[in-house]
């Protein structure tokens, strides 16, 4: 074959396997072949199809960082057939991957500004990355705030980190849960994510806002910021549609002129603004 | 490379059958199968017949198999190895009489596949793949290739496009080097080109009812016109039909067969017509409507694939429409689309 086959996977070991919360675990993943682990690199704001041979393949944001090197992670919900097949695997056990594909998010450019990450439940992943990138290369920033919510304290992902987050002290963090999910030793606050925002009143003063979690969440939070005075070029996002190639071909996340898998999957409020809502 | 014009007598057809047979390739042309014509492998003329107006199958399967293998993987051991298909064993095919708006597809679909990430599987089956075409002597109401700016004697896509004159001769046009290649088989039977050789008085008259350009503008001006998509959509099953029998549509879907210790993976076709094509895991379905999904069908075709691919996705075969079991007739919605007021 003179073009190499693009659909075929990388074979990677798990070698750590995290409960995050009900029905969320973390795989830390190797690549079995240490050569193609030498070779691969990413950014933050990349995803990957992850697959159980035999049962398919599924798509996932790269959950670790790329400035920590030598393996990548991924945080999964257990939802349909390839994420359940994920699920009862073992430390040891071997899954396929390709990728990194997609765009990324424009750290380099964030140079000397605020950063104000919003995230809303499982959408953690793709902010997870992104914080320790930004993290990593802290003094690039000025504030760093990160805001994120989900429906119940057992819902909470990466609970390790949020406490390492919370304890440095050039990191401000806000943890929110949905009214009724709160248990009684939760100390942080009770309400939704865009509401809770609007009490926080934001600068957004040479602020980048940076928004990931679902559809319903994005667009209520769009609207808190607008009225924050954010820029629609200044709030990021990333954009989830069903994915099946990865590569701009099966045309399965076509939204207007737009590849979600090439394109995306990180875009701009301005760029989502100019989309049809299919997304 | 310019075009070559010659004549291929009607009984050297056969010849020229033989020839390609012998040369150990295969050669792929419509049949008739009870009420339907389909493209079939043949080893003589006989068993052809030229004389159809539309296949109800697009010969796309060539290029872009219904199921294809992409991967196959074993477990060794404790060991998962994975192996690719082994593409150099293709053969080497000739199709023959298939339509210009067919050949012209060929563009559209390559250019799904190679416009970015390059597609080894596609690529290895075109390259292995000659194409003599043969104008249209004939349409029916279904067809619109002049409103796409194609025609029933385009050359598009052909390495040799053929024409039946009247005397019942063939005009061959050699297109490609491609095309060359495929003469030297059998040079002796394409012979000098009558100068008085008139190809037009042998074509289909074909209506020009709009242009694809404005009929990709109105789209994208009534994108947010709910009603024309809806009402347009309205009796549409969303069974896919339209999609499968398009000699352009490449969308698809991953699937594995097999167990966890072996098995295969396929790449399948699919439809942007099917509600559960871009559901989300959560169960939110960015297009929810069967509207927004015709809607999709159309702006792809026209909108997307010109301002991405530089081509269009449509060569109006009229394939979808004589599928549809509930008539949507693309033609007609497209007048419709250019017609309503907005
Ligand atoms: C860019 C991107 C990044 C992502 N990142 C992450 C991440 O980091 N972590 C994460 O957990 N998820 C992530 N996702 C979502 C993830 O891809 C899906 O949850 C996963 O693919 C589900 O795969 P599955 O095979 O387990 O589910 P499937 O078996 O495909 O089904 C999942 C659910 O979809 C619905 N469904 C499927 N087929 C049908 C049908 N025919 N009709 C009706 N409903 C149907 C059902 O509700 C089913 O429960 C991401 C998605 C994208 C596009
Ligand atoms: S959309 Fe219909 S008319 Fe156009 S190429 Fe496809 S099948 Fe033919
Ligand atoms: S063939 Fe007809 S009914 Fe079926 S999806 Fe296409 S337009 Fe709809
Ligand atoms: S996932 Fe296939 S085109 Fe984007």
Same mark, same amino acid.
């Given at each position: $074959? ?28 190797? #690549?079995? !072949? ?7 690199? %990413? ?16 798509? #996932? ?5 790329? &400035? ?6 991924? &945080? ?10 994920? %699920?009862?695997?073992?430390?040891? !056990? ?46 690039? %920033? ?49 309400? #939704? ?6 009490? $926080? ?34 709030? #990021? ?25 090439? !394109? ?16 | ?88 064993? /293709? ?57 796409? @700016? ?45 100068? @008085? ?85 959560? @169960? ?52 419709? /689309? ?5």
């Amino acid at each position: $074959m003179s073009d190499a086959n693009v659909y075929k996977p990388s074979v990677m070991r798990i070698e750590k396997i995290t409960e995050e919360a009900p029905g969320v675990k973390t795989f830390r993943l190797l #690549f079995n !072949d240490p050569e193609e682990g030498r070779r691969f690199s %990413f950014k933050a704001g990349q995803f990957g199809e992850y697959s159980v041979f035999g049962e398919g393949e599924c798509t #996932f944001c790269i959950a670790s960082s790329p &400035t920590r090197e030598g393996y990548i992670e991924c &945080t999964f919900r257990q939802a349909g057939r390839v994420t359940s097949a994920l %699920f009862e695997l073992e430390e040891g !056990d071997t899954i396929g991957f390709r990728g990194p594909y997609g765009n990324t998010f424009p750290i380099e450019e964030w140079k000397g500004k605020n950063l104000l990450f919003i995230a809303g439940g499982i959408a953690l992943p793709p902010m997870r990355c992104l914080i320790w990138n930004c993290l990593d290369r802290r003094d690039w %920033f000025r504030d760093v705030t990160i805001l994120y919510g989900a429906r119940t304290v057992a819902d909470l992902v990466y609970k390790r980190e949020l406490e390492e987050w919370a304890a440095r002290p050039d990191v401000k963090i806000v943890t929110t849960v949905d009214p009724g999910g709160e248990t009684p030793e939760w100390k942080g606050k009770v309400g #939704f994510v865009p509401t809770v925002l609007e009490g $926080m009143a934001p600068s957004s003063e040479n602020t980048i806002a940076i928004v990931c979690g679902p559809p319903i969440m994005i667009k209520f939070t769009f609207i808190a910021l607008d009225k924050a005075g954010f820029k629609p070029d200044a709030i #990021f996002t990333t954009l989830e549609n069903r994915m099946k190639c990865g590569i701009g071909k099966c045309g399965r996340c076509n939204v207007g002129p737009v590849f979600v898998c090439k !394109d995306g999957p990180v875009f701009t409020y301005a760029q989502i603004k100019d989309l049809p809502a299919e997304y | 490379m310019e075009i070559e014009r010659r004549l291929l007598k009607k009984e050297a057809l056969a010849g020229l059958v033989e020839k390609i047979n012998a040369a150990g390739r295969k050669v792929h042309a419509p049949v008739c199968e009870g009420a339907r014509v389909e493209f079939a492998p043949i080893d003589s003329i006989a068993e052809a017949d030229l004389g159809y107006v539309q296949t109800t199958q697009s010969a796309k399967n060539l290029l872009f198999p219904r199921v294809e293998r992409i991967l196959s993987f074993k477990r060794r051991g404790g060991a998962m190895e994975t192996a690719d298909p082994d593409l150099s064993a /293709l053969p080497e095919t000739v199709v023959l009489g298939m339509h210009p708006c067919d050949a012209a597809a060929i563009g559209s679909l390559g250019a799904i596949f190679t416009w970015d990430t390059q597609d080894a599987f596609f690529k290895a089956r075109l390259e292995k793949l000659t194409v003599v075409g043969l104008s249209c002597a004939a349409g029916d109401e279904y067809c619109f290739c002049a409103s796409v @700016g194609l025609g029933p004697g385009s050359t598009e896509g052909s390495d040799i496009l053929l024409t039946r004159l009247a005397s019942g001769d063939f005009l061959a046009e050699i297109v490609t080097a491609k095309g060359k290649a495929l003469v030297e088989l059998a040079p002796e039977l394409f012979l000098p080109a009558p100068a @008085g050789a008139d190809k037009d008085s042998a074509l289909a008259r074909i209506e020009k009812s709009f242009t694809r350009e404005e009929a990709g503008e109105r789209a994208k001006a009534r994108f947010d016109d709910d009603a024309l998509w809806d009402g347009q959509a309205l009796r549409c099953l969303g069974c896919g039909a339209c999609a499968y029998v398009c000699p352009t549509c490449a969308c698809f879907d991953i699937q594995d067969e097999g167990t966890t210790s072996r098995g295969v993976r396929l790449r399948c076709w699919d439809s942007c017509g099917f509600p559960a094509f871009t559901i989300h895991t959560s @169960g939110h379905n960015p297009r929810e409507e069967q509207g927004a999904r015709w809607r999709q069908r159309l702006m792809h075709k026209f909108s997307y694939m010109p301002e991405r691919q530089d081509v269009f996705g449509c060569v109006g075969c009229g394939r979808c429409s004589r599928a549809c079991p509930v008539d949507m007739n693309i033609k007609e919605h497209l007048i419709d /689309l250019l017609e309503a007021k907005s």
